[in-house]
């Protein structure tokens, strides 16, 4: 049976499409424009990616920050089938991170659940100096797995760690790996008694200069205190 697409169903799927085209040129180049593996050669194979992920999922299209977890992956892969297949698994878990997928909320919800926890005394911080226990702060962290937190060359290393903690602990080791951020400047955020609006320009300032081995090695303490706390109940 031939298909025949109607004149307004074609006319809003190549607005669709045309618009998710315009959003990608947009991203891919200014993504990581200061990284000297983006030569316009690269840059045209992160875009041939990014349009194929598209056009394969179109009932999500693209959406501000896909461009920043594929980038480092055609860094390392450098193959643009290889980079595709492998970005198309990292999805399967992002996707819902991002405004379509609605598990953001859960995710600043099991932080403030966590930081109750294991530091209350930093809750309470948190809640008197402007209540910012919403935890808004940490979408970023959130939405790109730490990406635009960490220096380039420590993504990896936490990337791995995430994807290999499922295995070995919980399939939630983002949520400590932000707890771990908070935590290991505690003393700097209650000592300056930082407020919602404090606590946003000091990680935006502190963006790419964190000592990631310090974080991940704080984030597994963390699990470890839940664990105990869970097995002593």
Not at 69 to 87: G, K, M, R, T
Request: charged share 25%; hydrophobic share 45%.
């Amino acid at each position: 049976m031939k298909f025949v697409m109607k004149d307004n169903s074609l006319s809003e799927f190549l607005e669709n499409v045309g618009l998710n085209l315009h959003r990608i040129d947009k991203d891919v180049h200014r993504c990581d424009r200061n990284h000297p593996f983006f030569t316009p050669v690269n840059l045209e194979k992160l875009r041939n990616i990014m349009c194929t992920y598209v056009w394969d999922h179109l009932d999500v299209g693209y959406v501000q920050g896909m461009c920043d977890l594929l980038a480092p992956l055609l860094v390392i892969l450098q193959d643009e089938a290889i980079a595709y297949s492998c970005f198309c698994e990292l999805m399967k878990r992002m996707t819902s991170n991002f405004p379509h997928g609605g598990v953001m909320d859960v995710h600043f919800a099991n932080m403030r659940s966590l930081i109750q926890i294991l530091d209350c005394e930093l809750f309470e911080h948190m809640h008197l100096h402007g209540d910012y226990t919403h935890f808004y702060f940490c979408y970023r962290w959130f939405l790109l797995d730490f990406k635009r937190e960490l220096a380039y060359e420590d993504i990896f290393t936490v990337w791995e760690t995430i994807w290999s903690a499922k295995n070995v602990s919980t399939v939630n080791f983002g949520l400590f790996i932000a707890l771990a951020l908070v935590e290991f400047y505690r003393e700097i955020i209650i000592d300056n008694n930082m407020d919602f609006t404090d606590i946003i320009k000091f990680f935006n300032e502190m963006a790419e200069r964190h000592d990631a081995k310090r974080v991940l090695h704080i984030g597994r303490e963390l699990v470890l205190r839940l664990q105990n706390l869970i097995d002593n109940k």
